[in-house]
Nanobody, 123 residues
Framework: QVLLVESGGGLVQAGGSLRLACAASERAFGGYSITWFRQAPGKEREFVAAINWSGGSTYYADSVKDRFIISRDVAKNTVYLQMNILKPDDTAVYFC????????????????WGQGTQVTVSS
């Protein structure tokens, strides 16, 4: 069983920053890629950023490239999403997900999911 728990969401003004964390059970870090998705009200879940098991490869959606940074701390079994220059369009519930193997942007490729953390960006 792979357990993922997100934290760090909240309310922030446009232009501000937040750092999300995805704490994984130890087993989740052995060969798993970890990805952040988000889902806004009335919209489909969309890919945000992904990182492979070693942290050597990352992948970003065009909408967040140059603003968000994904990283992982293997010792803490945690993946982070540093979100800068936040916009109202970034408002959503953010989920982390895990899969074995390489990076994928499709949510259907992920077997394990956290419960999500709400991010709200006010204008």
């Amino acid at each position: 069983q792979v357990l993922l728990v997100e934290s760090g969401g909240g309310l922030v003004q446009a232009g501000g920053s937040l750092r999300l964390a995805c704490a994984a059970s130890e087993r989740a870090f052995g060969g798993y890629s970890i990805t952040w998705f988000r889902q806004a009200p009335g919209k489909e879940r969309e890919f945000v950023a992904a990182i492979n098991w070693s942290g050597g490869s990352t992948y970003y959606a065009d909408s967040v490239k140059d603003r968000f940074i994904i990283s992982r701390d293997v010792a803490k079994n945690t993946v982070y999403l540093q979100m800068n220059i936040l916009k109202p369009d970034d408002t959503a519930v953010y989920f982390c997900a895990a899969r074995t193997g390489g990076l994928r942007s499709q949510s259907r490729s992920y077997e394990y999911w956290g419960q999500g953390t709400q991010v709200t960006v006010s204008s």
